[in-house]
T-cell receptor
Framework: AQKITQTQPGMFVQEKEAVTLDCTYD???????LFWYKQPSSGEMIFLIY??????QNATEGRYSLNFQKARKSANLVISASQLGDSAMYFC??????????????FGTGTRLQVTL | GAVVSQHPSRVICKSGTSVKIECRSL??????MFWYRQFPKQSLMLMAT?????????EQGVEKDKFLINHASLTLSTLTVTSAHPEDSSFYIC????????????FGPGTRLTVL
């Protein structure tokens, strides 16, 4: 079974609108972390936001927020007020185990977001 | 945020040659670095975990004799693709782990390898 599933290969959003990128995960480990990365065409991976499995509140970082629904094992990324520069590939990733242990990341297949005028 | 560099950013080589890619954490010490491979329009696949002063841990299916990893210092890990072939052409990305509360990985800009 896939550990990280991103079901939207591509998404379009109009500038200034909000968009939600879906991510579901599968783990039996009670301790895990969820990450979202942005990869523009240049190839670099840009960290956006992090959610720990024990965090009580949904993570927020500027225009990015993470809709964490633990019972449904989903960690959707919400981008508010989309900008043209948000056009990129977005990856959801998971690290299993406690902080301090081997922190391998497993990535989803990604969602390509295109922001239009 | 922390800075991780990779060198070279792009390399073209002939089949049968070896290529070395360097990954450096510029402003922090990284006990653990990771090497990923990404094919066009695909996700990142972890190749190996590089630990300073010890042998790398390779993921299943990754040939350790083909992809040599050396983590000689707390700021440098190298990946050597030995006897490269066209099927080794890919985008290779390294990351360095920093203990900032959730072991964030800071990624390098990647190296695009083309084997002719």
């Amino acid at each position: 079974a896939q550990k990280i599933t991103q079901t939207q290969p591509g998404m379009f959003v109009q500038e200034k609108e909000a968009v939600t990128l879906d991510c579901t995960y599968d783990t039996s480990d009670p301790s895990y972390g969820l990450f979202w990365y942005k990869q523009p065409s240049s190839g670099e991976m840009i960290f956006l936001i992090y959610q720990g499995s024990y965090d009580q509140q949904n993570a927020t970082e500027g225009r990015y927020s993470l809709n964490f629904q633990k019972a449904r094992k989903s960690a959707n990324l919400v981008i508010s007020a989309s900008q043209l520069g948000d056009s990129a590939m977005y990856f959801c990733a998971m690290r299993e185990g406690h902080t301090g242990t081997a922190s391998k990341l497993t990535f989803g297949t990604g969602t390509r977001l295109q922001v239009t005028l | 945020g922390a800075v991780v560099s990779q060198h070279p950013s792009r390399v073209i080589c002939k089949s049968g040659t070896s290529v070395k890619i360097e990954c450096r954490s510029l402003d922090f010490q990284a006990t653990t670095m990771f090497w990923y491979r990404q094919f066009p329009k695909q996700s990142l696949m972890l190749m190996a975990t590089s630990n300073e002063g010890s042998k790398a841990t390779y993921e299943q299916g990754v040939e350790k004799d083909k992809f040599l990893i050396n983590h000689a210092s707390l700021t440098l890990s190298t990946l050597t693709v030995t006897s490269a072939h066209p099927e080794d052409s890919s985008f290779y990305i390294c990351s360095a782990e920093r203990d900032n509360g959730y072991n964030e990985q800071f990624f390098g800009p990647g190296t695009r390898l083309t084997v002719l």
